[in-house]
């Protein structure tokens, strides 16, 4: 089966742009999630989509970052204004509906912030 | 707050032995547990899970173990390859209603290197 497809790969831009990401979801996988990797740590959960709806957006700096699923497959992800302090990989999963589903990730977004 | 914590950075083991990660977590609701290997530039790929009901699973040369009562799990790779030198990340996540997903907190990872 086809993996999580995410676009572009790499990305640099100034602070105080904009730059959006995108995400498509392994094919039949109802759940969707934004994660921001910063070198040398974890994953961290940003957004959690169940369908097009938001389960958990409790960590999304909702004053600079915007994220939709408005048809419930492929996903965007948006800063506005960037900071230099968003330097880091933005990664996209995707998994089955329910409980104990393994997340399947994306190769990821590189963004870096001059 | 770290939840999920990995305390090596890093673990060099000798092709063909036996090579333990380990992962420590703080929340006792914490009760499905994933290991991730990542390779540079790519995604994490998902490698073998367990739910707290077990305190082992194994596939392949791919074996977790997960002690509750120390809020510790252990990823083993016998025998180690060449092809396994790659950053391990563990996650864990509580339980969730059955049709809204898993919330995981990652660790920071192990970087894992097998010497020829």
């Known amino acids: 089966e086809a993996g999580v497809a995410q676009s572009p790969r790499y990305k640099i831009i100034e602070k105080r742009q904009s730059v959006a990401f995108w995400c498509n979801p392994i094919s039949g996988h109802a759940t969707l999630y934004w994660y921001q990797q910063i070198l040398g740590q974890g994953p961290k959960l940003l957004i959690q989509f169940q369908n097009n709806g938001v389960v958990d957006d409790s960590q999304l700096p909702k004053d600079r970052f915007s994220a939709e699923r408005l048809k419930g497959v492929d996903s965007t992800l948006k800063i506005q204004p960037a900071k230099l302090e968003d330097s880091a990989v933005y990664l996209c999963?995707?998994?089955?509906?329910?409980?104990?589903?393994?997340?399947?990730f994306g190769d990821g977004t590189r963004l870096s912030i001059l | 707050d770290q939840q999920v914590k990995q305390n090596s950075p890093s673990l060099s083991v000798q092709e063909g032995r036996i090579s333990i990660l380990n992962c420590d977590y703080t929340n006792s609701m914490f009760d499905y547990f994933l290991w991730y290997k990542k390779y540079p530039a790519e995604g994490p790929t998902f490698l073998i899970s367990?739910?707290?009901?077990?305190d082992k699973n194994e596939d392949g040369r791919f074996t977790v173990f997960l002690n509750k009562s120390a809020k510790h799990l252990s990823l083993h790779i016998v025998p180690s390859q060449p092809g396994d030198s790659a950053v391990y990340f563990c996650a864990a996540s509580p339980p969730k209603p059955s049709n809204t997903g898993n919330q995981f907190y990652f660790g920071t990872g192990t970087s894992l290197t097998v010497i020829p």
């Open positions: 999963a995707s998994s089955l509906r329910g409980s104990n589903q393994p997340q399947h």
């Open positions: 367990i739910s707290s009901i077990k």
